[in-house]
């Protein structure tokens, strides 16, 4: 990772602007934090090294110097994040990433400074293709977190705390690596600045005990893999009795015969040569039964019908996308004596006109043997 190229890292081209340099950085950050990545010492060090990469490249300056002498060039200038590193900048992109709103979307990270835990929560929620399409009314099991009552959320026993000899109580630790300098959360106390004198025995040191749930959930039509939903009040509880939100996001199964994308559905027709040579209506399924496709005479391979309407309801707007019917003609892997003598009279009866290779050709034919005479 470490002599990855600080744009191959960011995933941007050398010609990015700060604009899409900042957003490909959130994209990525948000990936790899630590926090979605508990104990992968690889995510760890890739989001340290995104966030070097960041801190460089935003900095016109350093961004100049980079480009033309690369990392080297900075170490003699005494450049990287030493001295010129924005902690609000990097907030500002955290808030950005956790931050927001309500129902589809946005999330917030909410936690009080005396606890061990956000109040909001994500989950992963399976869907089958059909659920997702139509909608559908689910009963989830979860598991939310409880402040433990023994030690009052501080995870020590008697909820006896003493200043952490690590950070000296400051809740971070500053790291170097190479001509790097940057404050990260200290390790010891997680952050906290202070640490237990003796472990709880009733939460094991944890601070909060899980509490089973199961709520039922209302999935509306139309929603794919990624799309997030918040069920409000039902996150982790605070101290005070507060609840969080708990997240949802959903991950959709594919079906055998329908490939969605978006709000239009695809769908492969199998149509023998005989069909798409003389035309006939076919029956086909569609997401509400079936419906009829009429073959026009000559239907190409991959050629393809479009049914408006007839696709899947965006989720926000509840207006429907199309249904996509595409061609494969099939031809027979092999023939019977009686079947071949049917075909080549066939093509007989069409006389030139069945064979367009001769006249698309003749000119060439001429061509190439005039290259060769003397």
Same mark, same amino acid.
Request: overall charge negative; proline content about 3%; some cysteine.
């Given at each position: 990772?470490?002599?990855?190229?600080?744009?191959?890292?960011?995933?941007?081209?050398?010609?990015?602007?700060?604009?899409?340099?900042?957003?490909?950085?959130?994209?990525?950050?948000?990936?790899?934090? /630590?926090?979605?990545? /508990?104990?992968?010492?690889?995510?760890?060090?890739?989001?340290? +090294?995104?966030?070097?990469? +960041?801190?460089?490249?935003?900095?016109?300056?350093?961004?100049?110097?980079?480009?033309?002498?690369?990392k %080297?060039?900075?170490?003699?200038?005494?450049?990287?994040?030493?001295?010129? *590193?924005?902690?609000?900048? #990097?907030? %500002?992109i955290?808030?950005?990433?956790?931050?927001?709103?309500?129902?589809?979307?946005?999330?917030?990270?909410?936690?009080?400074?005396?606890?061990?835990?956000?109040?909001?929560?994500? @989950?992963?929620?399976?869907?089958?293709?059909?659920e997702?399409?139509? &909608?559908?009314?689910?009963?989830?099991?979860?598991?939310?977190?409880?402040?433990?009552?023994?030690?009052?959320?501080? &995870? =020590?026993?008697?909820?006896?705390?003493?200043?952490?000899? +690590?950070?000296?109580?400051?809740?971070?630790?500053?790291?170097?690596?190479?001509?790097?300098?940057f404050?990260?959360?200290?390790?010891?106390?997680?952050?906290?600045?202070?640490?237990?004198?003796?472990?709880?025995g009733?939460c094991? =040191?944890? &601070?909060?005990?899980?509490? /089973?749930?199961?709520? !039922?959930?209302?999935?509306?039509a139309?929603?794919?893999?990624?799309?997030?939903?918040?069920?409000q009040?039902?996150?982790?509880?605070?101290?005070?009795?507060?609840?969080?939100?708990?997240?949802?996001?959903?991950?959709? =199964?594919?079906? $055998?015969?329908?490939?969605?994308?978006?709000?239009d559905?695809?769908?492969?027709?199998?149509?023998?040569? !005989? *069909?798409?040579?003389?035309?006939?209506? #076919?029956?086909?399924?569609?997401?509400?039964?079936? @419906?009829?496709?009429?073959?026009?005479?000559?239907?190409?391979?991959? $050629?393809?019908?479009?049914?408006? %309407?007839?696709?899947?309801?965006?989720?926000?707007?509840g207006?429907?996308?199309?249904? #996509?019917?595409q061609?494969?003609?099939? +031809?027979?892997?092999?023939?019977?004596?009686? *079947?071949?003598?049917?075909?080549?009279?066939?093509?007989?009866?069409?006389?030139?006109?069945?064979?367009?290779?001769?006249?698309?050709f003749?000119?060439?034919?001429?061509?190439?043997? &005039?290259?060769?005479?003397?």
């Open positions: 990772m470490l002599d990855l190229d600080y744009y191959e890292v960011l995933e941007v081209s050398r010609s990015c602007s700060a604009s899409e340099l900042k957003k490909s950085y959130r994209k990525l950050a948000m990936k790899y934090h /630590p926090d979605r990545n /508990p104990d992968d010492k690889e995510a760890e060090e890739t989001f340290k +090294y995104l966030s070097e990469a +960041y801190e460089v490249l935003k900095d016109t300056e350093k961004r100049a110097i980079y480009d033309q002498y690369g %080297d060039g900075l170490e003699r200038r005494g450049g990287g994040f030493g001295g010129g *590193q924005n902690m609000d900048d #990097i907030m %500002d955290f808030n950005s990433m956790f931050g927001g709103g309500g129902g589809f979307g946005g999330r917030q990270q909410r936690r009080r400074p005396d606890q061990k835990y956000n109040l909001d929560f994500e @989950i992963t929620l399976p869907l089958k293709f059909n997702a399409i139509f &909608g559908v009314e689910k009963k989830i099991d979860i598991k939310y977190k409880v402040s433990c009552d023994d030690c009052n959320g501080t &995870g =020590a026993e008697g909820g006896k705390l003493e200043s952490c000899d +690590y950070c000296n109580g400051q809740g971070q630790v500053v790291m170097k690596q190479g001509f790097m300098s404050a990260q959360p200290c390790p010891k106390c997680q952050g906290e600045g202070q640490k237990a004198t003796s472990s709880c009733s094991s =040191a944890r &601070g909060y005990h899980e509490e /089973p749930e199961t709520i !039922t959930i209302s999935i509306p139309g929603v794919d893999s990624g799309n997030r939903l918040r069920a009040g039902h996150g982790n509880k605070s101290k005070q009795g507060q609840r969080g939100d708990l997240y949802i996001t959903f991950d959709v =199964a594919d079906d $055998e015969n329908f490939i969605r994308e978006g709000s559905i695809y769908i492969e027709v199998p149509v023998f040569f !005989t *069909q798409a040579v003389l035309g006939e209506t #076919i029956t086909i399924p569609s997401l509400d039964g079936e @419906i009829e496709l009429d073959l026009k005479i000559g239907t190409k391979d991959k $050629e393809q019908f479009v049914f408006e %309407d007839e696709g899947v309801a965006d989720v926000h707007s207006r429907k996308g199309r249904l #996509i019917a061609v494969k003609v099939i +031809y027979p892997k092999k023939l019977k004596d009686e *079947q071949k003598e049917l075909l080549e009279k066939l093509q007989e009866s069409f006389g030139v006109e069945s064979r367009p290779h001769t006249n698309s003749e000119d060439a034919f001429k061509r190439v043997k &005039g290259w060769f005479k003397k």
